[in-house]
């Protein structure tokens, strides 16, 4: 039996960098929840044992590295199955743009061989596979919005996250979010955290005021049609922008459906090489509906 599940976009309403481990990794607290922009996993079972990822449109890249099948590969270790996977990944949500795409997709097929398999590992021990794996993992395996921190491994779930009108532009660049982290400075962090000590805090269950990334000005050194992005944004009435993630993809928030559907279209004629998603962002992961429709 084929069973196809969705595998939705993150933005992140803010980012914070609060510190750098020994090992290399960034610190962070940031605000994140679901946008339309989906991409699609058919998967089924295979008695065989073997697992195979096919990609539309296909990858040049051997398949064992893709997260999806790494994913795939490190729960089928860790329980010991015998039992195989085909996995048929279309993608939609662009590479390289801070919107998890990769990490979604890993997260979905975590879930769904979790179950096909009859594995039933707890959320906390698929959280703990995933953040092997990739950081925004365990956000996308939380089912919800949520504020994470650490380097994404802590989650508090946030349910009265307000749903936003949103139009998302990714302007073909992709940015690798390793160089990006890179430019963030001991003078930065040192910054973030005296001004943090200095503020009240993010209520529990709440989320940010105030959108800002701290990764954006350097994402926006290294290229800078970011700038460009936000500026056409505003200019087709956006209240604020933010780049999300690392980038490169930058969305405004806009005051109405309608505005964000015009800004949206005028946006997709004015830069055609640019990628363009209007939608409403949402709070609740689409997989258990899923799962329970068996579609």
């Avoid at 079972?45 to 096919?54: H, K, N, S, T, Y």
């Avoid at 801070?98 to 039933?120: F, K």
């Avoid at 994470?148 to 949103?166: M, N, Y």
């Amino acid at each position: 039996m084929i069973r196809s599940f969705s595998a939705p976009a993150k933005v992140n309403l803010d980012l914070k960098v609060m510190g750098r481990r020994e090992d290399g990794y960034h610190l962070i607290e940031s605000g994140m929840t679901f946008f339309p922009w989906f991409d699609r996993l058919e998967v089924s079972c295979r008695p065989d044992g073997e697992i195979f990822l096919e990609c539309q449109p296909a990858v040049t890249a051997a398949q064992e590295d893709n997260l999806v099948y790494r994913a795939a590969m490190q729960l089928k270790r860790g329980a010991g199955v015998e039992s195989g996977a085909r996995i048929r990944l279309f993608k939609s949500i662009p590479h390289g743009a801070g919107l998890g795409g990769g990490s979604s997709d890993a997260a979905v097929i975590l879930l769904a061989l979790n179950r096909m398999w009859g594995v039933n590992r707890s959320l906390a021990q698929l959280c703990d596979l995933g953040v092997q794996l990739g950081a925004d993992i365990p956000f996308f395996l939380g089912g919800g919005s949520a504020r994470v921190a650490g380097i994404g491994e802590k989650i508090t779930r946030c349910p009265d996250t307000p749903e936003l009108e949103l139009v998302v532009v990714h302007p073909g660049v992709t940015l690798a979010t390793a160089t990006v982290y890179r430019g963030v400075t001991a003078e930065m962090i040192a910054g973030r955290v005296r001004l943090e000590a200095s503020s009240e805090r993010v209520p529990e269950g709440g989320y940010p005021l105030i959108f800002e990334n701290d990764l954006e000005p350097v994402a926006r050194g290294l290229t800078p049609v970011i700038a460009s992005v936000a500026d056409q944004l505003r200019r087709w009435g956006a209240v604020t922008t933010l780049m999300s993630g690392s980038g490169s993809a930058v969305f405004g928030v806009f005051a109405e459906e309608e505005t964000a559907r015009r800004a949206g279209a005028a946006i997709s004629r004015e830069q055609p090489a640019w990628q363009v998603k209007q939608g409403r962002t949402f709070n609740i992961h689409p997989f258990d509906r899923e799962w329970q429709s068996g579609i």
